[in-house]
Structures are given as C-alpha cells and as structure tokens.
C-alpha cells in the first residue's frame, strides 16, 4: 500500500508542464554564390546596375559570395498570452527592414499576442505583412531567389494591431489597423507622413489542400506633410488589392499572386496605378529533390511607381531544389533571365555598356531548426 501511494504524485509530476514547454526557438542561416552572365567588371553592378540601384532585387545582392540572412525566432505560446521576436541578421536584413539603427534594424517581428478564446486572436507590435505569396525565408518558397513582385510592390512588416477570427475550418478573417508600410514607428524607411492608419483586410477560404484562396485589400493616406513646418496631409488615399491562390496534388504544388495598386497623384494632378502577376509550379521528383519554375510580369504604365527607370519587367526562373536531411535546402537557380522595358531599360551592366536583359544563376544553401 505504501508503495501504491508514494508513486501517484511521482506520476502527475511528471506529466505537470513546465513553464518553458511554451517557449520555441527557431534559427537558420541563408548563403549563396551568385553569378552574373554579362560578367560586369564591377561585381556589384548586379544590384547597382548600369543606371543605378535595380529596385527589384532582393537579397541576392552580390556577383559570387554573399551571406542573405542569419536569423533567430524565439516565441512563448501560452494559453491565452504569447509574444514573438524574430531577430534577422546580415545584408538581406537591411534590405528587408530598412532602418540604420543598430538595434532596430535587426527586427523584423516584435508583437505580443492575446487569444480570448480558440477563434479570434489579436497581435500588437510589429509583425510580417499578411499579403503576398513569397516570404523572406526561402525555404519556405520555391524557388532559392525571391520574385520581383514580391520585392518591388508588397508590403514587409507593419507596426499596429492585428485581428485574426477564424470562422470555421474554411474561413478566416484578418484585419489590420497599423502606422503604415514598413514603419515601426521609430524610423523604417521612413516616417509615415500624417495622422491615420492604414487599415487591412483579407479573407481566407481553404476548402482543402488542393486550394488555398487569400483575398486582400490594404489602404491609406499616401501624402506626407506632418511634421513641426508642413500642414497635416490625411487624404490621397493609396489602395493595394492582393489575391493569392495555392495548393498540392500530389507531387505537384502550385502558387499565384496577382496585385493591384492605385497610387495618389502626389502633385502630378493625376493617380496612377501599377499592377504585377506571378505564377509557379513545383514537382517532387523524390522524397529529396524536386524542381520548380516561376514566372512574372510587373507593369507601371505612368512610369510614376518606378520612376526614372523601366515601366515594365518580365523574369522567368527556374530552380533545382535538393533536401538530404531535414533541417537543410540547397537550391539552384540554374538560371533567371529578366527584361525590362521602357526608355530606361537598360539597366544591367555589361563589360561594355548596358542591356534591358539581365541573367544570372544563383545557388544557395540555407540550414534552418528548431523546436
């Protein structure tokens, strides 16, 4: 008897959680070797090109070697409370956060996190945009590069409050109120310009896994002007709509992403707009290897979005994609050809001048786990 009674605290003991059963850690390095096929004799020319910063690049930065990003996510998910910080490193930080301070620029995500009840969760702080197919982490794309559309006409982070009420297992419902477009409110690119919000909203619809449908619209006063010698400006509005549409069957995955983006006039005394389309495939060959394409078209038919430079582009990539353990991707962008147009296309540095064509492949290698 005596024994029987000494082992039933022993066993709810051991099934008693402990605080840090809450708590998960994430972290993942990202490096590549890049090569430019018009072998310009500047090694940077890739993203400085001939007519000065190629706007569409992301964080492939360089011609030959160069580290994108080392990261650190670190979350406690608790019952009803949680909180998030994602620390992100190395050049592709700066290009994704774009803020000189030296602790600041090493934030991409900072919220804390409330869930009332198992639907409807609220985050606070400052967090990675709801819109868009491709997201800075590339394992988590298809292809090891991350497309145009992505890079030149999506927002990154936002700083404000998000609401997120999932209705059934098909729908969901996301809400944004939030400084603004890559703003912390303590610099980004930028302050926002005037006293309202922007305001977001998306809907979910996942039937199963062979369709996933995200549809979003995001809005707010485009001008700028408050500041201790400007008057207030909190008209103009902006308006960007994003569909996204994904899924699997089988071996085979799909994604699209197609954006719309009405811009103010700004003085120009008229508002313009600029749109993008992307689309991709990708087919597991074995349990290790696989392939995947992308292709994409990005117009600005005022030349008011992309100013001073082409009002159109087009790329096309392709990509080898190799996993022999878990936790590792290596990915070949054997090859990703680009066409700007528009007077000022030619902007990829050559030996001898400049072309509207740019190609280049790009190999990375990306480590990431956690638990």
């Known amino acids: 008897m005596v024994l029987a009674q000494t082992a039933e605290p022993l066993a709810e003991e051991a099934t008693e959680e402990r605080w840090y059963d809450d708590i998960s850690l994430g972290a993942f390095a990202d490096a590549f070797y890049s090569v430019d096929w018009h072998m310009p004799s500047n090694p940077q020319a890739w993203t400085t090109g001939a007519a000065g910063d190629i706007p569409h690049r992301a964080y492939d930065y360089t011609n030959g070697f160069g580290l994108a990003f080392a990261g650190l996510d670190v979350a406690y998910n608790g019952e009803k409370v949680g909180a998030t910080l994602s620390l992100r490193y190395g050049a592709g930080a700066a290009r994704l956060i774009g803020n000189d301070n030296p602790v600041l620029s090493t934030i991409a995500q900072a919220f804390v996190t409330w869930t009332p009840n198992d639907k409807l969760t609220f985050d606070l702080g400052q967090f990675g945009t709801i819109y868009g197919a491709e997201v800075a982490e590339n394992w988590q794309n298809m292809n090891y590069t991350r497309g145009a559309l992505y890079y030149l006409m999506q927002p990154f982070y936002h700083t404000g409050l998000r609401a997120a009420y999932q209705v059934n297992d098909t729908f969901g419902l ?15 690119f930028g ?17 199963s896994d062979a369709l996933n449908l995200a549809v979003g619209w995001y809005g707010g006063a485009g001008g700028s002007g408050f500041g201790p010698n400007a008057p ?21 995955s799909y994604i699209g992403n197609f954006d719309f983006y009405v811009i ?34 990005l117009d600005d038919p005022k ?6 430079m082409y009002d159109g582009l087009f790329t096309a ?11 590792l991707a290596i990915r070949l962008d054997a090859i990703r050809i680009e066409k700007a147009f528009g007077a000022g296309a030619d902007i990829y540095a050559t030996k001898d001048g400049a072309s509207s064509v740019g190609i280049t492949s790009t190999l990375g290698v990306v480590v990431f786990g956690g638990y």
Do not use: C
């Open 174 to 188: 996301t809400a944004l109120v939030v400084n603004g477009t890559n703003l912390n409110g303590l610099g980004g």
């Open 191 to 207: 302050e926002d310009g005037n006293h309202s919000p922007h305001l977001g909203l998306q809907a979910t619809i996942t039937p």
């Open 232 to 252: 207030d400006d909190d008209g103009n509005w902006e308006h960007f709509f994003d569909v996204v549409v994904n899924g699997s069957v089988g071996k085979l």
């Open 264 to 297: 103010p006039d700004a003085g120009a005394g008229d508002a313009a707009f600029y749109w993008g389309i992307m689309g991709g495939l990708a087919y597991s060959l074995t349990d290790t290897f696989g392939v995947a394409g992308r292709l994409e078209y």
């Open 303 to 308: 030349g008011r979005y992309i100013s001073g």
């Open 317 to 327: 990539t392709a990509t080898l994609d190799y996993k022999p353990v878990k936790n």
